[in-house]
């Protein structure tokens, strides 16, 4: 259904744009017509009222675009290419989600005029609030459209000129929009036709993109119109399900489309059933040409067939070949975690030791992994020393090595120790908290001086390494037993990354998701097995939820995963109450979980018990502070308190 169909707008809307916008002397087109219309009639706003700014809290803002990161994700290469383009000429590029708030903005040199104008992350732009504007009435009326200076609603926002394209999902459901701001443009309207065309083209540059990601295990086609000129923007795509049935497409293929398109056979649209076309495209080795079924156009189809096929029948899934882990897919939509990699990825390079910390199987090698290709040594070695797997007396020979003939026994070519080893790349050093106190003080001294002597060498070797270590220990407790050097602690922890246990983490239903979608194959699980997985404690965490999913995907029969497929002390635990393992220290945590609760109670008072803006004091969302509150036995008094 069109969305304006839903405005109950009369047809002709002369009277009612004389009688309320006479003194603009102008005649908007339909779309705009109607918003007028919309604004004053349904919304109930006044074009003189002064605008109120509604923006999101900080805290807002992040659980926001955590809610939409994949959506953020796809769309950054397409925001960043229309930047590059209008920037330059005084435009700000803002992308926003389905209800008209901004995700993402790209801005101009002269910043402080676009923000005071709210054309800023965060501000919400949906027509109920700022009347006709490009955002909220792009979203309203589902098609692209330029909003020029008068044909704002409200007066205050006559200094804009917004071209905005929205953008669909692959089941033609509102995304969001792109659009392009500029500033007092003194020009006509027909002078923004091709920024209109320009984003157009990004959206739906967008659109296929986040449609490829999707289908990327399904069959899918590309249609393009013969005899016309290449036109990405008017590509068609269409996935399709082991029937040959539509089970997504883009915007231009539901546009090009006369009747409903989900659902319908392949043999419906084209003269060509999909065993023709693949015999005919030789697997989809190469393009071909059909003619449509409605019309008899004549396109060029492209088949684009699944990396590996899904066979219904292959119970057992097939893991993918490695691939270097990624600091930004390891996050994930977790808001701690992705402030993390941010913070991360600004000390990269800066000759900053990293420290990660967390339960075992939270994921510590693979970040640091993911920490050593994002860094400028990618191309250098990555090391491991596990200090926990290796008897004390081989650790020191494992980390400075030796030189042949250096002791009875020893080997006479000698060996490179990990720390030379690691030369020109990076040191990652496991389970740190392990590693003997006397190893500690040579270690220490390594890091300052930046040089070792192996066993039997006669002068140093100069390192340039880059130092990441990582234990599930509490080494602050360790330096206060003395059992751990506090001044190597700090050579280490030049920055800390905490990776969440996994029953912390917001995203742990994605992230099941996509350890599963790892593990290849079209394994899915019912609804019963994703709330056992989603509830469980996971004491090993990522590590033991990637092996059940394995274990999972190999007892599977079909391509659903049910309860029987998981392992026993899974399914037949209680639908848990998540809890976490015993901390070492219980009086700390209980001082610490002590102050938690009194500060937030102090807050909570001084603030009259105002949510919103205890949240924003503490930078987090009102659902976090809904959640400590509950956790502290926090409750809000009643109005008569």
């Not at 901004?102 to 040199?109: G, I, N, V, Y």
């Not at 008068?150 to 205050?156: K, R």
């Not at 897919?329 to 701690?336: E, F, I, K, V």
């Not at 330096?479 to 003395?482: E, G, L, P, S, T």
């Given at each position: 259904?069109?969305p304006?169909?839903l405005?109950?707008c009369?047809?002709d809307?002369?009277?009612f744009?004389a009688?309320?916008?006479g003194?603009?002397?102008?005649q908007?087109?339909?779309?705009?017509?109607?918003?007028w219309?919309?604004?004053?009639?349904?919304?109930?706003?006044?074009?003189?009222?002064?605008?109120?700014k509604?923006?999101?809290?900080?805290?807002e803002?992040?659980?926001?675009?955590s809610?939409?990161?994949?959506?953020l994700s796809?769309?950054s290469q397409?925001v960043?290419?229309?930047?590059?383009?209008?920037?330059?000429?005084?435009?700000?590029?803002l992308?926003?989600?389905?209800n008209?708030i901004?995700?993402?903005?790209?801005?101009?040199?002269e910043r402080?005029?676009?923000?005071?104008a709210?054309l800023?992350?965060g501000a919400r732009w949906?027509?109920s609030?700022?009347?006709?504007?490009?955002i909220g009435?792009?979203?309203?009326a589902?098609?692209?459209?330029?909003?020029?200076r008068?044909?704002?609603?409200?007066?205050?926002n006559?200094r804009?000129?917004c071209?905005?394209?929205?953008?669909f999902?692959?089941?033609h459901?509102l995304?969001g929009c792109?659009n392009?701001?500029?500033?007092?443009n003194?020009g006509?309207k027909n002078a923004?036709?091709l920024?209109?065309?320009?984003?157009i083209?990004y959206?739906?540059?967008i659109e296929?993109a986040?449609f490829?990601?999707?289908y990327?295990?399904?069959?899918t086609?590309s249609?393009?119109?013969r005899?016309e000129?290449?036109?990405?923007?008017?590509?068609q795509l269409?996935?399709?399900d082991?029937?040959g049935r539509v089970?997504?497409?883009?915007?231009a293929?539901?546009?090009a489309?006369?009747g409903?398109?989900?659902?319908?056979r392949i043999?419906?649209?084209?003269?060509?059933d999909v065993?023709?076309l693949?015999?005919l495209?030789?697997?989809?080795a190469?393009?071909?040409r059909v003619?449509?079924?409605a019309?008899?156009?004549?396109?060029?189809v492209?088949l684009?067939?699944?990396a590996s096929?899904?066979?219904?029948s292959?119970p057992?899934?097939?893991?993918k070949g490695?691939e270097?882990?990624?600091?930004t897919?390891?996050?994930?939509?977790?808001?701690?975690l992705q402030?993390?990699?941010?913070k991360l990825?600004k000390v990269?390079?800066?000759g900053?030791?990293?420290?990660i910390t967390?339960?075992?199987g939270?994921?510590?090698?693979?970040?640091?992994?993911?920490i050593?290709?994002a860094s400028?040594?990618?191309?250098g070695?990555?090391?491991?020393l596990n200090?926990?797997?290796i008897p004390e007396?081989?650790?020191?020979?494992?980390l400075f090595?030796?030189?042949?003939g250096?002791?009875?026994?020893a080997s006479?070519k000698?060996m490179?120790?990990?720390?030379e080893l690691?030369?020109?790349g990076?040191?990652?050093l496991d389970e740190?908290?392990d590693?003997p106190?006397?190893?500690?003080?040579r270690?220490?001294?390594v890091?300052?001086?930046r040089e070792?002597?192996?066993l039997?060498?006669?002068a140093?070797?100069l390192?340039?390494?880059?130092?990441?270590?990582?234990?599930?220990?509490?080494?602050a407790?360790m330096?206060?037993?003395?059992v751990f050097r506090?001044d190597l602690?700090?050579?280490?922890a030049g920055m800390?990354?905490?990776?969440p246990?996994?029953?912390e983490?917001s995203d742990?239903?994605a992230?099941?998701?996509?350890?599963?979608?790892?593990?290849?194959?079209?394994?899915?699980?019912?609804?019963?097995?994703r709330?056992?997985l989603?509830n469980?404690a996971?004491?090993g965490?990522?590590?033991q939820?990637l092996?059940?999913?394995r274990?999972?995907s190999?007892?599977?029969e079909e391509?659903c995963?049910?309860?029987?497929?998981?392992p026993?002390e899974l399914?037949q635990?209680a639908?848990?109450?998540?809890t976490a393992p015993?901390?070492?220290?219980d009086a700390?945590?209980?001082?610490l979980d002590?102050?938690?609760?009194?500060?937030?109670?102090a807050?909570l008072?001084?603030r009259?018990w105002?949510i919103?803006a205890v949240?924003e004091?503490?930078g987090?969302?009102r659902?976090?502070?809904?959640?400590?509150m509950k956790k502290?036995?926090i409750?809000?008094?009643?109005?008569?308190y």
């Open positions: 259904m069109h304006q169909s405005d109950n009369p047809n809307l002369s009277a744009i009688d309320h916008f003194e603009r002397d102008i908007p087109e339909s779309a705009i017509a109607r918003s219309y919309r604004s004053v009639m349904k919304h109930h706003l006044d074009p003189r009222a002064r605008a109120k509604h923006i999101l809290t900080a805290g803002i992040r659980e926001h675009q809610q939409h990161q994949n959506y796809i769309a397409g960043t290419g229309l930047a590059r383009r209008v920037l330059p000429a005084g435009f700000a590029v992308l926003s989600d389905e008209g901004t995700l993402d903005a790209r801005l101009p040199s402080e005029r676009y923000t005071q709210g800023i992350i949906d027509e609030i700022a009347g006709t504007n490009g009435t792009a979203l309203a589902g098609e692209a459209l330029t909003i020029h008068q044909e704002h609603f409200l007066v205050s006559f804009l000129s071209s905005v394209a929205p953008i999902d692959a089941q459901q995304r792109l392009a701001t500029c500033l007092y003194d006509p923004q036709y920024t209109l065309q320009l984003v083209l959206a739906r540059l296929n986040s490829r990601q999707r990327r295990d399904r069959l086609l249609l393009k119109v005899d000129v290449s036109d990405l923007a008017n590509e269409i996935a399709l082991d029937q089970i997504g497409a883009n915007h293929a539901f546009t489309s006369r409903e398109l989900l659902g319908s043999e419906q649209l084209l003269e060509a065993d023709q693949l015999d495209s030789k697997g989809g190469r393009g071909i003619r449509t079924l019309d008899h156009t004549l396109v060029d492209g684009r067939t699944p096929p899904t066979r219904r292959a057992v899934a097939t893991a490695p270097h882990p990624n600091l897919r390891l996050a994930g939509a977790d808001p701690r402030e993390g990699v941010r990825r990269l390079d800066k900053i030791a990293i420290l967390g339960e075992t939270t994921g510590k090698e693979a970040f640091a992994r993911a050593h290709q400028s040594r990618h191309g070695p990555f090391v491991a200090c926990a797997a007396s081989l650790i020191e020979s494992e090595g030796y030189r042949g250096s002791f009875t026994g006479k000698g490179k120790g990990k720390l690691a030369n020109g990076t040191l990652f740190i908290g590693m106190a006397h190893l500690q003080t270690l220490l001294r890091l300052a001086e070792i002597l192996p039997g060498a006669e140093p070797v390192l340039d390494v880059q130092v990441v270590s990582a234990t599930h220990q509490n080494l407790e330096i206060r037993a003395k506090e602690f700090y050579r280490l800390t990354l905490q990776l246990a996994l029953r983490r742990r239903e992230l099941i998701d996509s350890l599963l979608a790892s593990l290849g194959g079209n394994l899915h699980l019912n609804a019963a097995t709330e056992c989603r469980h996971w004491p965490n990522i590590r939820l092996n059940c999913l274990y999972a190999a007892l599977a391509e995963i049910d309860l029987d497929c998981l026993m399914h635990a639908p848990a109450v998540i015993k901390p070492q220290s700390l945590s209980a001082r002590d102050d938690e609760a009194r500060h937030l109670l807050a008072r001084e009259h105002n919103s949240a004091q503490f987090i969302a659902s976090t502070l809904y959640r400590k502290h036995g409750s809000q008094p009643n109005a008569l």
